[in-house]
């Protein structure tokens, strides 16, 4: 028996797929073959840099699925099932819109594979698959590691995605991990993650978290086991780190190079509007005091802002990329506000009919890439996507690239770090225009 496991990518340029430069090895899906029984053959193929061999004998075809990633995974499910193979889909999209994903799909699978997939596989050896697998959302990989050989040979970027902890206690009204993990956070067994770390070969580790601080005890348990282990990390983490000096000093201690941190805005009334509470510990005049602090350790920041909320104006996003200008941080992502099916912001924007392309953006034939799917309370649509274009731009530009390095505590800290600063800052720019714009799908 066989078993083909899929990564589908976002959409097309022109009349072929966007190949991801910048791509990373999708750890779901080795945490998917991990579970599968020894016995049966295991694929794997990533739409975002290689052609799925459709007419290639197999049993059963798995596929996961994220919002922006739904149309062309629904694309390769039909093709599959034109064929005759049957297909799961599985994920956050699936698992927050199983009625959508349902239309597509032999078998829907929702919630974290670790609770039921391998009852599914069951399943269908036996021939009594079932039409959808309700599985609970939890702990990562309890005594097991994911299947990493899968992903040999396929050019992704050489660095290990891990996880530390799922979820987040926050409440985002925007973020689609608050309403897939309803809230809760939860760790794993730290000697887990060490033998994790020591099973493979990097010294360079991806802490995939939603939020690895959401609990500040367990993240300094963590990152006690770390030092150890002389390995370089980056994660995803909330502002509010700042607040516990022995957290920071474990962190840095640990081999933390940086984190993707979500300012989102800089507008106290926007925080306060999307329930941004890890931002308003302090409230948004600490801002400065708080980026003092993680420069301090030295750590490189990649600022994540989300742009359309109710009073962002193009005043207000001009003045927003000035800020991450003027921090020099080392990245920062100036996405569009997206209303993601199953949150409180896709509610209210729905009950307030202010949702564009028949409520469902991720599936309208018209919908590009990093434009505006709803009408923002202060601008155009149109003005929205072309504000958040300028800020992208302005950010990434050449002379950017060049006056952001040249911040002492950071990015030049060493040779290493300005190493990081120099190899990606030209690769994102790259990939943030090549995905400007791209249509959904293939079809
Ligand atoms: C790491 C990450 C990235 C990495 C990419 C990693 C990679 N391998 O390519 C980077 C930083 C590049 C990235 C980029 C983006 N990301 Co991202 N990312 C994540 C993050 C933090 C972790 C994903 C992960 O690896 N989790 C670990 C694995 C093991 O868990 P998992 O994916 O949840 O899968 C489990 C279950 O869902 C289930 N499962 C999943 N699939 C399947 C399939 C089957 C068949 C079965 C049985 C089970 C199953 O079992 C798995 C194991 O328990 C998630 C947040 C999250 N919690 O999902 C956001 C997230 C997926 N990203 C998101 C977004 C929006 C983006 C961007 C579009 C942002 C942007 N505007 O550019 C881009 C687009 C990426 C692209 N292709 O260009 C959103 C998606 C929202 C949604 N509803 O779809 C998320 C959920 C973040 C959020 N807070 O909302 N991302
Ligand atoms: S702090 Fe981050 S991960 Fe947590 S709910 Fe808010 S946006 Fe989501």
Redesign the pocket.
């Known amino acids: 028996m066989k078993i083909t ?1 899929i ?1 589908p ?2 959409g097309r340029q022109e009349h072929s797929l966007y190949v ?1 430069e ?11 073959a991990a579970l599968i029984p020894e016995d049966i053959e295991v694929a794997f193929y990533d739409d ?1 840099m290689e052609k799925i061999p459709f007419n290639e004998k197999t049993d059963l075809v ?8 739904a149309r062309r995974a629904y694309e390769i499910s039909g093709a599959f099932r034109k064929r005759g193979v049957p297909v ?6 699936p ?2 819109l199983p009625e959508e994903a349902a239309l597509h799909a032999d078998a829907l ?1 929702l ?4 609770y039921q ?1 391998q009852q ?1 596989i069951g399943d269908f050896r036996n021939g009594r698959m079932k039409k959808r ?1 309700q599985a609970e ?1 939890g702990v ?2 309890p005594g097991f590691i ?1 299947r990493r050989d899968i992903f040999k040979g396929k050019g992704y970027l050489p660095i290990t ?1 891990m ?1 530390f902890s ?2 987040c206690r926050y409440a985002c009204t925007f ?3 608050s309403s ?2 309803d809230k809760k956070h939860y760790t794993r067994n730290v000697r887990e993650v060490v033998h994790e770390i020591e099973a493979q070969e990097r010294k360079l580790v ?1 802490f ?3 939020n690895l601080i959401a609990n500040h005890e367990a993240a300094k348990e963590l990152f006690r086991a770390l030092i150890p282990l002389r390995i370089r990390w980056v994660s ?1 983490a909330s502002i509010d780190m700042t607040r516990d000096p022995e957290l920071m000093e474990l962190m840095v201690r640990s081999g933390c190079l940086g984190h ?1 941190v979500g300012f989102e805005s800089i507008d106290p009334r926007n925080l306060k509007g999307m329930k941004k509470a890890p931002n308003l510990i302090r409230g948004f005049e600490h801002y400065d005091s708080q980026i003092r602090i993680i420069k301090d350790h030295g750590l490189q920041l990649w600022a994540a802002f989300t742009l359309g909320h109710d009073y962002d104006d193009w005043d207000s996003i001009r003045a927003t990329t000035q800020f991450a200008l003027d921090n020099k941080f080392c990245f920062a ?1 100036f ?2 506000l ?1 209303p ?3 949150t409180p912001l896709y509610d209210r924007l729905q009950a307030e009919k202010r949702l564009l392309y028949d409520q469902k953006w991720w599936l309208h034939p018209e919908y590009r890439f ?1 434009h505006a799917s709803f009408r923002p309370a202060q601008m155009a649509p149109d003005e929205l996507t072309a504000a958040c274009f300028e800020a992208r731009s302005r950010f990434n530009s050449p002379a950017s690239i060049f006056k952001r390095a040249f911040d002492l505590k950071t990015n030049m800290r060493s040779l290493y770090k300005l190493g990081i600063y120099a190899s990606y800052n030209p690769l994102f720019r790259k990939e943030t225009f090549k ?1 400007q714009g791209m249509k959904f799908g293939l079809h």
Do not use: S
């Open positions: 496991l990564k990518n976002i991801d910048g791509r990373m090895e999708p750890l779901q899906l080795g945490v998917l975002r798995a596929i996961t699925v994220e919002t922006y990633t799961v889909l599985g994920g956050m999209h698992t927050l699978y919630g974290d594979a670790e997939w599914l697998y959302v990562a990989q994911p995605l996880q799922r979820g973020c689609a991990v897939y993990f991806f995939v978290d939603d995803q993707v992502a996405n569009i997206m993601y099916p199953g990093n995905k």
